[in-house]
Structures are given as structure tokens and as C-alpha cells.
């Protein structure tokens, strides 16, 4: 159980451009999500808190303009990164959490990545 | 605010060995979630482990075990007779409650630690 699956798992796109990235939580409801992000030999660093049906919360210094985040259903939240830049390349990392407010069952179960490379 | 502290950064061990891998943590809450992953070279974070912080009992599961020590904030993970299947890099992380919601609020993680098991 606590499966949690993201599309694409590699993307290259062309400077400019917008890339959606999809995070689904397979066998369980996630009220929350997270999208995260990881550059090489580094930890990951947590762009944004997503809930579903309000907007995101964003960390300080990320670009919500840039990074649009959508939570519409209990399994779904999207990631779009906005006129891709080579900088925006990383690992992008999204986790749900299993369980609402019963904090004695939370844990944060992660998605598989996607790889975006800007050229 | 809260912190993680992974003082080693890369480890290396031939296979069987035993391996110790260090997690100190900082808050100031008196509820809160102690948490390992590991994130093996596909990408994708592992769960391991949860424990919250009104258990200090051990946890052994199979080859692995956790040391969870209120008095030093030390969670520390050991590998016993390490396979090469265990060559990854693992992050422990913290999460405290919410103070209004209850949940788990966001996770922070430590830099990683990178263990290679050479056979």
C-alpha cells in the first residue's frame, strides 16, 4: 500500500516552454501533498504544501508564479513549471501523506521523481 | 525552528560489514516525528521508519535497526552485514505537529548520507 506514482519520469523541453509534472497517490487519499526539489548530491528542499482544494503554500524564495501547483482531487495534485529555464533543470520529487488530521498515522510517502532538463 | 544534522556525508564499507549511520536532531517541540528514508541511485525515497517522540524503544526489522535517544536527539540507524543492495543514500528527517491542526507538519530533512557497500 502507499503508493504514490509521477508522470513523467523524465521530460526535455526547450527553454520557454511549460512542463506539467502529475503526482498520484495510488492506493489512498491524500488531503496533503508536497512537491520538492533536488539538485544533485544535495537534500531535497521543499518548494511547496498542497492541499487539496485550497490554493498551495508556498516556501520562501520560490517563485509561486513560476511553480503553479494544483491539488483538485484527493489523488491528484500537478506541478507546472512556467517558461522553463535551463536553471529550472532538477529532480522534482512529490510525496503525499497518508491520513488527515490523525497525526499517529502520518507519514509522507514518496513519488518516483521526474527528471526535467532544459535546453 | 527545527533542524537535522547528518555530520557524515559519505560512507564506505565492504559487504558484511556492520554500518552506523548518525542522525542528530534540534526542535522545541515536545511532539514530534523522527523519520529515515532511503533514496537509492534510481531516485525514488524509500520509507524505512517513523517513530514519534514518546517512544524511545529500539526497532529492529531484519538487517536494520534504529537507536532513538531522547537524551542526546540522536536517532541513529545501523546496518547489519551491509549488502550491496544497501548502497544508497539515506536522509533522515523531522517533522513536528501542527499546533492547529495536529498533523504532521512538513518534513525537514538532514544533507544525506551516502554508504557504499563494496562486494
Known amino acids: 500500500g502507499a503508493v504514490v506514482s509521477q508522470h513523467p519520469s523524465w521530460v526535455i523541453c526547450k527553454s520557454g516552454t511549460s512542463v506539467k509534472i502529475e503526482c498520484r497517490s495510488l492506493d489512498f487519499q491524500a488531503t496533503t501533498m508536497f512537491w520538492y526539489r533536488q539538485f544533485p548530491k544535495q537534500s531535497l528542499m521543499l518548494m511547496a504544501t498542497s492541499n487539496e482544494g485550497s490554493k498551495a503554500t508556498y516556501e520562501q524564495g520560490v517563485e509561486k508564479d513560476k511553480f503553479l501547483i494544483n491539488h483538485a482531487s484527493l489523488t491528484l495534485s500537478t506541478l507546472t513549471v512556467t517558461s522553463a529555464h535551463p536553471e529550472d533543470s532538477s529532480f522534482y520529487i512529490c510525496?503525499?501523506?497518508?491520513?488527515?488530521?490523525?497525526?499517529?498515522?502520518?507519514?509522507?510517502?514518496f513519488g518516483p521523481g521526474t527528471r526535467l532538463t532544459v535546453l | 525552528a527545527q533542524k537535522v544534522t547528518q555530520a557524515q556525508t559519505e560512507i564506505s564499507v565492504v559487504e558484511k560489514e556492520d554500518v552506523t549511520l548518525d542522525c542528530v536532531y534540534e526542535?522545541?517541540?515536545?511532539?514530534?516525528?523522527l523519520f529515515w528514508y532511503k533514496q537509492p541511485p534510481s531516485g525514488e525515497l524509500v520509507f524505512l521508519i517513523r517513530?514519534?517522540?514518546?517512544?524511545?524503544q529500539n526497532e529492529i526489522s531484519g538487517r536494520y535497526s534504529w537507536n532513538f535517544q531522547k537524551s542526546t536527539s540522536s536517532f541513529n540507524f545501523t546496518i547489519t552485514a551491509s549488502q550491496v543492495v544497501d548502497s544508497a543514500v539515506y536522509f533522515c528527517a523531522l517533522s513536528e505537529d501542527d499546533r492547529y491542526t495536529g498533523a504532521n507538519s512538513k518534513l525537514t530533512f538532514g544533507k544525506g548520507i551516502t554508504l557504499s557497500v563494496r562486494p
Open positions: 510525496s503525499a501523506r497518508d491520513g488527515g488530521l490523525a497525526s499517529l498515522t502520518d507519514t509522507q510517502y
Open positions: 526542535t522545541r517541540d515536545t511532539t514530534y516525528y
Open positions: 517513530r514519534n517522540s514518546f517512544d524511545e
